[in-house]
């Protein structure tokens, strides 16, 4: 995995956290009917979008370095979840179907 890999896969998990976090223990308008004018009911009251963007970076380097060490070691490849076989066959499969002795007895 490249570094421009590497920082795609920490943007796209620090993305798809953010938005899992950002609604958690929310306190909206409505709920504290404190509504002000001009804003609708389901406005936060106090949104502490820099806390939950610190909170979101701790779970997406948490999640990023067991995803990634996943991809680096070979744990999982694009082999793996090539379910409909669009790939071909594997190399190693294409080895094992060949004959072992590949001379001819006569």
């Not at 004018?37 to 970076?57: E, F, L, N, W």
């Not at 990023?64 to 744990?75: E, K, L």
Request: proline content about 6%; hydrophobic content about 50%; overall charge negative.
């Amino acid at each position: 995995m490249g570094i421009t890999a590497a920082l795609v896969l920490f943007a796209v998990i620090w993305f798809m956290t953010f938005l899992i976090v950002l609604p958690l223990r929310l306190q909206t308008q409505g709920d504290l009917d404190e509504v002000v004018p001009g804003t609708h009911r389901s406005a936060p009251v106090d949104p502490q979008v820099g806390k939950r963007a610190k909170i979101t970076t701790i779970i997406a380097a948490i999640l990023w370095v067991i995803i990634a060490g996943i991809i680096i070691f070979g744990g999982i490849t694009v082999r793996d979840i090539d379910w409909f076989d669009r790939l071909g066959d594997r190399p190693f499969e294409a080895a094992s179907d060949a004959p072992a002795n590949s001379e001819t007895t006569e």
